[in-house]
């Protein structure tokens, strides 16, 4: 099916793990999004992606790593994991030449770290 | 830095009730602007955008929104909710064109009582 998938959508971890959050599209978007929603700070980008090979940090980027190296991929991985990176994490795609800002969002992953 | 602010983070209304959720933002320039609903279990889905054009904009369910350049602010409003309404609203701004970088406020979280 077109869309935007996440996986895992569940994942329990401990600290100090390395996790990976996947994140594909179809639509062959070519800006990609991660997103950690927390209760009552909404959602906070953690990173975007303009294009194939290109990533930029956004407000909550430390402690996460993310790649591209195709354009419908953009892997989230946290690599030690703590428990203030609990939180569900929502990846996001969109197509700048239809409709500058927005979003097509995945289904979500929520993640805890024990 | 921009940022958005929702002022209110918990309506409960009655069904039929009138509903209006506030939105500012503080960003001088030109801006995109969105209201998301996500449902309970789901993830967010676009209720409507304002680009350019007519202040008030229409989306769907019944929604609306006008965009108030002066008083920098984007309210949400539905003449009459219903109990299927019940769901958490965030506000978003894209200070960045053609990027899709969009900045979330906190959230309200509107509960509908039957």
């Known amino acids: 099916d077109a869309g935007i998938t996440q996986s895992p959508r569940y994942k329990i971890t401990e600290t100090g793990r390395q996790v990976t959050l996947m994140c594909h599209q179809t639509w062959s978007h070519s800006y990609m999004f991660w997103y950690r929603q927390d209760l009552g700070h909404g959602l906070r980008l953690i990173y975007y992606?303009?294009?194939?090979?290109?990533?930029d940090k956004g407000e909550v980027s430390d402690g996460y790593v993310v790649s591209r190296s195709k354009t419908e991929n953009f892997p989230l991985t946290l690599e030690s994991a703590t428990r203030s990176q609990t939180s569900v994490y929502f990846c996001?795609?969109?197509?700048?030449?239809?409709?500058?800002?927005?979003?097509?969002f995945g289904e979500g992953s929520r993640l805890t770290v024990l | 830095a921009q940022s958005v602010s929702q002022h209110n983070h918990h309506v409960i209304l009655s069904e039929a009730a009138s509903l209006e959720l506030g939105c500012n933002y503080s960003y001088g320039g030109t801006v995109n602007l969105f209201w998301y609903v996500q449902y309970p279990g789901q993830h967010l889905q676009l209720l409507l955008k304002y680009f350019s054009g007519d202040p008030l904009v229409k989306g769907i369910k019944g929604f609306e929104a006008e965009f108030i350049k002066s008083k920098f602010s984007f309210n949400l409003r539905k003449p009459s909710v219903q109990w299927s309404d019940t769901a958490e609203y965030f506000c978003?701004?894209?200070?960045?064109?053609?990027?899709?970088?969009?900045?979330f406020g906190q959230g309200t979280t509107l509960q509908v009582k039957p």
């Open positions: 978003a701004v894209n200070a960045w064109s053609n990027t899709g970088k969009l900045i």
């Open positions: 996001a795609s969109s197509d700048p030449g239809q409709g500058a800002g927005e979003l097509f």
């Open positions: 992606s303009a294009a194939a090979d290109i990533t």
